[in-house]
């Protein structure tokens, strides 16, 4: 199983372009979430999904968007990229939908995203 | 909203010696506590979890947590570490009625040199 994957690795935008981060998991988790992480402050929940077809804010949603496509794919999008929004950007899941906050979440590599 | 401190952003510690990385967290309302571990160029992955029963936790590989419910901590501890041990390591708390959502620490980056 590859677990928890994550596209592209690194990307570079200038101010005002759009991308979207693609994200996959093969675990049949029902959770799934996206963070960014800066240094000096951990990582910070964006956006999370309880179950396909559900999405919800989290901390910092602010200049981000996202889609629970299917059970498998979560993707995040800038529509209109910033340099504040220069972070890696971490996908992960999680087994439940019990919003329990047992469960452990399974971390993707990582996105190195730098917003020129 | 729950916060989490981790007290040291960088430990240096040599090979075989003890070390003690701290985490305190700001609600008293029930939580989960974790710790994950991140190696360079790596997502992070779980360490060790209390979620009940007895407040000591232990990993794998020899490190262990202590959950203090008075003092709102949960520090993590390894009796010798290994230089294989070098990585971030990022303390975590779920709040039991806030769904799914989980606070991370800003991370203590622990150096082990030889």
């Known amino acids: 199983n590859a677990g928890v994957t994550q596209t592209p690795k690194f990307q570079v935008l200038k101010t005002g372009q759009s991308m979207t981060l693609q994200c996959a998991q093969d675990?049949?988790?029902?959770?799934m979430y996206w963070y960014r992480q800066d240094p000096g402050m951990g990582l910070r929940l964006i956006y999370y999904?309880?179950?396909?077809?559900?999405?919800d804010k989290g901390e910092v949603p602010n200049g981000y968007n996202v889609s629970r496509l299917n059970k498998r794919e979560f993707s995040l999008r800038l529509e209109s990229a910033a340099p504040s929004q220069t972070s890696v950007y971490f996908c992960?899941?999680?087994?439940?939908?019990?919003?329990?906050?047992?469960?452990?979440?399974?971390f993707g590599p990582g996105t190195r995203l730098l917003v020129l | 909203a729950q916060s989490v401190t981790q007290l040291d952003s960088q430990v240096p510690v040599f090979e075989e010696a003890p070390v003690e990385l701290r985490c305190n967290y700001s609600?008293?309302?029930?939580?989960?506590l974790f710790w994950y571990v991140q190696y360079p160029n790596q997502g992070l992955q779980l360490l060790l979890k209390?979620?009940?029963?007895?407040?000591l936790v232990e990993s794998i590989n020899g490190f262990e947590a202590e959950f203090n419910k008075s003092q709102t901590s949960f520090h993590l501890r390894k009796p010798s570490v290994h230089i294989s041990d070098t990585a971030e390591y990022f303390c975590?708390?779920?709040?039991?009625?806030?769904?799914?959502?989980?606070?991370f620490g800003s991370g203590t980056k622990l150096n082990v040199k030889p």
């Open positions: 992960a899941s999680s087994e439940g939908t019990s919003g329990s906050g047992m469960e452990t979440q399974y």
């Open positions: 609600s008293s309302v029930s939580v989960y």
């Open positions: 209390y979620l009940s029963g007895s407040t």
């Open positions: 675990m049949n988790h029902n959770s």
């Open positions: 975590a708390v779920s709040d039991r009625y806030n769904f799914n959502k989980f606070y």
């Open positions: 999904s309880a179950s396909e077809g559900t999405t």
